[in-house]
């Protein structure tokens, strides 16, 4: 049975991702500092790690004690304001986490990196769907990290042969996200219908973006590790939605009409953002299955079922069994 190791296993991606891989057998350690993260997102059985991704010594421990066929990256410093509001940080999580990663990796004879890169890094173009020969050029220091990390990974295939996949997500949405993270629009949407409140749009409310479906992106993330060589792709779903369409639809699920109080557009906001996934279904040979109205109903349903319904805590949720995140455990 291969054996992989999900950084981040425990935040809202890497948590999709975890239940892909037991799903196709795969055997599984999570690496995680709950910082955004939580226990309860997983309900399978996994080997639990507890540390920063920065911290190279506990890495290798858990490296060293569970010594996997691949990895799949996904934890990180996830908010582009807060890398705007401290750079350093934001690099020490994003890039020495991946340098960390990739000389590990080396190390323990990995067979395969496969990174959570962003749409981040392309930063504004004149021409849609962004296609990955666009140059990047990143709007922020989170997408100057993710960038950096994926150049990263490329050196390391070039100098010691570890290979990689980069994927570029575009707008992430599904049940279990927060509302802190890049897409969290959708679950800030869900949650002010469900509770019959006025959200607030920035601007017209006309932007547009590209919204992928959490499943459809850990299905990516498999297909990516099963992939025979290295590279860079793009994960989305290549359709435009407007954030005035998003609300309507995810308002028909509730039971009262609600209307949207509209703000001052924020600064630096891009207007329209598309990703290409040609190349991601001719190489990888994965498509996105699930369409918006589909998603955004799954998405629905379990954000009325976590407030409708206090959910038994599983063992692990409960203070008593709450690990601390400097704790390293298997
Ligand atoms: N959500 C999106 O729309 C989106 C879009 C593009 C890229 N991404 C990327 O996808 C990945 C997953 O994002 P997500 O939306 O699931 O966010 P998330 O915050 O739910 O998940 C991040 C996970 O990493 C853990 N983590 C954070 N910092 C860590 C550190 N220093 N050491 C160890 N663990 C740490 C958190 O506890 C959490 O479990 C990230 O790399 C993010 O940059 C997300």
Redesign the pocket.
Known sequence: MNKVLV????????SHIVDTLIQKNYEVAI???????SIGNVQAKVTPFF????DEVLLEQAMDAFRPDYVIH?????SVQKSISDMTNDAR?NIM?TINIAKLAHKYSVKKIVL?????VYGNSDVLPITLSHVPSPLSPYGAS?KTAEDYLKLAKELYDVNYVNLR?S??YGPR??A????GVISIFTNTVINKERPFIYGDGNQTRDFIYVKDVADANVRALEYEGSGTFNISSMTSTSINQLFTIIQSFGSHLISPIYKPEKNGDIRESLLCNKATIQELGWEPVHSLETGLASTYEFYFNQQHHSLPATVLDSPSHRLKPTTLSS
């Open positions: 950084t981040g296993g425990f935040g809202f991606i890497g690496y995680d500092n709950l910082s955004t993260g540390g920063n991704v920065e996904q934890a990180a410093q996830v999580i986490g959570a890169s962003s749409a981040a993710k997500y707008n992430v996200q927060t802190n993270g890049e897409g």
